[in-house]
């Protein structure tokens, strides 16, 4: 009997282990610093396992889900058209990793169609205050820090045991509830936590599985082949793109037997130059709109 105990006991220690928490961030923020009195907001996971956590929105993984779903049926039918609209993908699409017990971060970013791994090894300095306040039904105390060329304000929790926080942000001792930049535009927010195996059942049901169970990426489709750089090396290829956001897309269409339809608000195109006049147009309008990065030294 003492024999069974133990290893039951051993069962159910490795079982807890394999669940984790995952933490629900409300983040509202302004993509454009002159529009920062009306800020959008996105609903963001921090999931957080024995080995380490990934920081990324609900709205996009869900969005990106569905997506997969529409191209592998269309492969399973045969049909080339892969015009796939969603109105409700989501504005923040980064992820983060990070590794415990080192904390080292890995930043999942695209430009156009190219996805890039940045590592990070930035040292966060804290400054922690006296100050305290109650989040929700937990003590907080604050601390601030200077990151990425903001100033931000955080509010973290000993009743968490996990040193973690939204985006890169670690390193507290607690976990931290609320974020927030001078600035007023980049806010997080606590918004609940659940076991992480829990949730994820129902993410699941939400989605269903793949055609044929072959995973098939087109174009800027996330999950594909990433490149591994550094900071340096990501502003390098930033400074490139935000010079010649249609780069990728003029090299594709000079390849013989290219044949490519663009719908842009509305307006069909055909001929290249045309559409690569259309496209250079409307991709330098969205770097312009999108002046207030999260991580701005990222993209000077």
């Given at each position: 009997?003492?024999?069974?105990?133990?290893?039951?006991?051993?069962?159910?220690?490795?079982l807890?282990?394999?669940?984790?928490?995952?933490?629900?961030?409300?983040y509202?923020?302004?993509?454009?610093i002159?529009?920062?009195?009306?800020?959008?907001?996105?609903?963001?996971?921090?999931?957080?396992k024995?080995?380490?956590?990934?920081?990324?929105?609900?709205?996009?993984?869900?969005?990106?889900?569905?997506?997969?779903?529409?191209?592998q049926?269309?492969?399973?039918?045969?049909?080339?058209?892969?015009?796939?609209?969603?109105?409700?993908?989501?504005?923040?699409?980064?992820?983060?990793?990070?590794?415990?017990?080192?904390?080292?971060?890995?930043?999942?970013?695209?430009?156009?169609?190219?996805?890039?791994?940045?590592?990070?090894?930035?040292?966060?300095?804290?400054?922690?205050?006296?100050?305290?306040?109650?989040?929700?039904?937990?003590?907080?105390?604050?601390?601030?820090?200077?990151?990425?060329?903001?100033?931000?304000?955080?509010?973290?929790?000993?009743?968490?045991?996990?040193?973690?926080?939204?985006?890169?942000?670690?390193?507290?001792?607690?976990?931290?509830l609320?974020?927030e930049?001078?600035?007023?535009?980049?806010?997080?927010?606590?918004?609940?936590?659940k076991?992480?195996?829990e949730?994820?059942?129902?993410?699941?049901?939400e989605?269903?599985p793949?055609?044929?169970g072959?995973?098939?990426?087109?174009?800027?489709?996330?999950?594909?082949?990433?490149?591994?750089?550094?900071?340096?090396?990501?502003?390098?290829?930033w400074?490139?793109?935000?010079?010649?956001?249609?780069?990728?897309?003029?090299?594709?269409?000079?390849?013989?037997?290219?044949?490519?339809?663009?719908?842009?608000?509305?307006?069909?195109?055909?001929?290249?130059?045309?559409?690569?006049?259309?496209?250079?147009?409307?991709?330098?309008?969205?770097?312009?709109?999108?002046?207030?990065?999260?991580?701005?030294?990222?993209?000077?």
């Amino acid at each position: 009997m003492k024999r069974t105990l133990f290893i039951l006991s051993i069962f159910f220690g490795v079982l807890s282990f394999a669940q984790g928490t995952r933490i629900m961030y409300e983040y509202k923020f302004a993509s454009n610093i002159e529009k920062k009195d009306s800020l959008d907001t996105e609903l963001m996971y921090l999931d957080i396992k024995k080995d380490g956590s990934k920081f990324y929105s609900r709205q996009k993984f869900v969005s990106d889900s569905l997506r997969d779903v529409y191209i592998q049926k269309q492969l399973a039918s045969g049909s080339g058209n892969f015009s796939y609209n969603d109105s409700n993908a989501g504005k923040v699409d980064y992820t983060v990793n990070k590794t415990y017990p080192d904390f080292k971060i890995n930043l999942h970013a695209s430009l156009g169609p190219n996805r890039f791994d940045v590592s990070d090894s930035k040292p966060m300095n804290w400054k922690i205050l006296p100050d305290k306040k109650m989040i929700d039904k937990f003590e907080v105390q604050k601390a601030t820090l200077d990151f990425g060329g903001r100033t931000w304000t955080a509010w973290f929790s000993q009743d968490f045991p996990f040193q973690d926080g939204p985006y890169k942000f670690h390193g507290l001792p607690g976990l931290i509830l609320e974020m927030e930049d001078s600035t007023g535009t980049h806010i997080f927010k606590f918004a609940g936590s659940k076991k992480f195996d829990e949730v994820e059942k129902i993410e699941k049901k939400e989605i269903a599985p793949p055609v044929g169970g072959r995973i098939v990426r087109i174009g800027n489709m996330p999950g594909g082949k990433e490149l591994e750089v550094s900071e340096d090396q990501f502003i390098k290829q930033w400074k490139e793109y935000k010079n010649d956001p249609v780069k990728d897309m003029r090299q594709s269409l000079s390849m013989p037997g290219v044949k490519m339809k663009l719908n842009i608000n509305g307006k069909e195109m055909t001929d290249p130059a045309e559409m690569l006049r259309n496209m250079e147009k409307f991709q330098k309008d969205q770097i312009k709109q999108d002046n207030n990065k999260i991580e701005p030294s990222l993209y000077p």
